[in-house]
């Protein structure tokens, strides 16, 4: 639908997130956000955006991996407008199903973390953690690094998420085979890592196992970690010593898309500095942008420059994940 087409008085039109504008019977500009984030962030997001631009949003919310193979579906006949938070990989290697758009905030964000041809853009990181429940282990008990996983002692003790369900619990597992040494000695520690956690189908249970107590400690990403402590649980995010991986989401225009003028509103307005703040209030979601004083913010989070940030063949990775999942699967079953 047109952002201008004219619709007669008194025709219903049922569209998910539509309103119609009641004085001319014009109907409100719409984009179609193809979408991996949580149910909590669009809430939050999307009734914004449309409260300041007057755009509905029509979310089409999936797994990454299932958003992205229906804009490979579509790309004759594009039914969305945007794809919102899917890793730097998925936007890299479909780049060509995009449309360039220089966002206002393009300076803001690291070069590292848009496209040159600014066919995608960095919107969030998310960082690699283990989460404690410190009612359950007092938090000086509690592990530094990731090597102190392995420790026999921690068996049955941290709730992970099946690499098999989750991209994250599956850069976690590949991050750390690096981190360990890489090849057959790398693989040989990941097995001693996943012989002590316990293996769970959602990351939504790994956050509640750790917040509620039933786990002293789970493998999972920063925000969750915040987003607990916040509510009240006793949860404290450990940034591992050893290092840890900061993963980029990030937002693009889909090519041919029906509402490009609306797609380019959003990509705009969602890096914005005060969005972004909006959004780790609400989310604990770290900014791409790095002008942000996170300290001052909810969560005291640390900054990039503070922590230990691992190297990471994410294509390498990506391209060998069928095979990986195989490799970590039987790793499972041997060490049930």
Same mark, same amino acid.
């Given at each position: 639908m047109?952002?201008?087409?004219?619709?007669?008085?008194?025709?219903?039109?049922?569209?998910?997130?539509?309103?119609?504008?009641s004085?001319?019977?014009?109907?409100?500009?719409?984009?179609?956000?193809?979408?991996?984030?949580?149910?909590? &962030? =669009?809430?939050l %997001?999307?009734t914004?955006? !449309? @409260?300041?631009?007057g755009?509905?949003?029509? #979310?089409?919310?999936?797994?990454?991996?299932?958003?992205?193979?229906?804009?490979?579906?579509e790309?004759?006949?594009?039914?969305?407008?945007?794809?919102?938070?899917?890793?730097?990989?998925?936007?890299?290697?479909?780049k060509?199903?995009?449309?360039?758009?220089?966002?206002?905030?393009h300076?803001?964000?690291?070069?590292?973390?848009?496209?040159?041809?600014?066919?995608?853009?960095?919107?969030? &990181? =998310?960082?690699? %953690?283990i989460?404690?429940? !410190? @009612?359950?282990?007092?938090?000086?008990?509690? #592990?530094k690094?990731?090597?102190?996983?392995?420790?026999?002692?921690?068996?049955?003790?941290?709730?992970?998420?099946?690499?098999?369900?989750?991209?994250?619990?599956?850069?976690?597992?590949?991050?750390?085979?690096?981190?360990?040494?890489?090849?057959?000695?790398?693989?040989?520690?990941?097995?001693?890592?996943?012989?002590?956690?316990?293996?769970?189908?959602?990351?939504?249970?790994?956050f509640?196992?750790?917040?509620?107590?039933?786990?002293?400690?789970?493998?999972?990403?920063?925000?969750?970690?915040?987003?607990?402590?916040?509510?009240?649980?006793?949860?404290?995010?450990?940034?591992?010593?050893?290092?840890?991986?900061?993963?980029?989401?990030?937002?693009?225009?889909?090519?041919?898309?029906?509402?490009?003028?609306?797609?380019?509103?959003?990509?705009?307005?969602?890096?914005?500095?005060?969005?972004?703040?909006?959004?780790?209030?609400?989310?604990?979601?770290?900014?791409?942008?790095?002008?942000?004083?996170?300290?001052?913010?909810p969560?005291?989070?640390?900054?990039?420059?503070?922590?230990k940030?691992?190297?990471?063949?994410?294509?390498?990775?990506?391209?060998?994940?069928?095979?990986?999942?195989d490799?970590i699967?039987?790793?499972?079953?041997?060490?049930?």
């Open positions: 047109g952002i201008s087409a004219l619709k007669p008085l008194g025709l219903a039109l049922v569209v998910l997130g539509a309103v119609f504008a004085s001319a019977g014009l109907a409100q500009p719409k984009v179609v956000i193809y979408s991996s984030n949580d149910d909590t &962030l =669009h809430k %997001v999307f914004a955006f !449309t @409260k300041e631009t755009i509905a949003v029509e #979310p089409v919310t999936a797994g990454s991996g299932v958003v992205v193979k229906r804009i490979q579906t790309k004759d006949r594009p039914g969305g407008d945007i794809v919102w938070g899917v890793s730097r990989s998925l936007l890299e290697t479909n060509q199903l995009f449309a360039p758009y220089r966002s206002k905030h300076e803001a964000i690291p070069p590292e973390l848009r496209d040159p041809a600014d066919l995608w853009i960095g919107t969030n &990181l =998310h960082l690699m %953690v989460l404690q429940n !410190t @009612k359950v282990l007092p938090e000086g008990q509690g #592990p690094a990731w090597a102190d996983l392995l420790d026999p002692k921690w068996k049955g003790k941290i709730a992970f998420t099946d690499p098999a369900n989750s991209g994250s619990a599956y850069t976690t597992i590949t991050m750390l085979v690096e981190l360990f040494g890489g090849g057959d000695a790398g693989w040989a520690k990941v097995k001693q890592l996943i012989a002590n956690t316990r293996v769970l189908n959602r990351s939504s249970l790994v509640q196992g750790v917040g509620n107590g039933e786990y002293p400690l789970g493998i999972s990403l920063e925000y969750a970690g915040h987003v607990w402590a916040a509510g009240g649980a006793p949860v404290k995010t450990v940034y591992p010593a050893d290092g840890t991986l900061a993963q980029m989401e990030g937002v693009a225009i889909v090519k041919g898309g029906p509402n490009a003028e609306a797609a380019r509103a959003f990509v705009d307005y969602v890096n914005r500095k005060d969005v972004r703040e909006m959004i780790i209030k609400g989310t604990f979601r770290r900014p791409a942008r790095q002008d942000l004083d996170l300290a001052k913010l969560g005291s989070m640390p900054a990039l420059s503070a922590l940030l691992l190297p990471y063949k994410e294509e390498a990775w990506t391209a060998a994940r069928a095979a990986t999942l490799k699967k039987d790793m499972v079953q041997q060490t049930r």
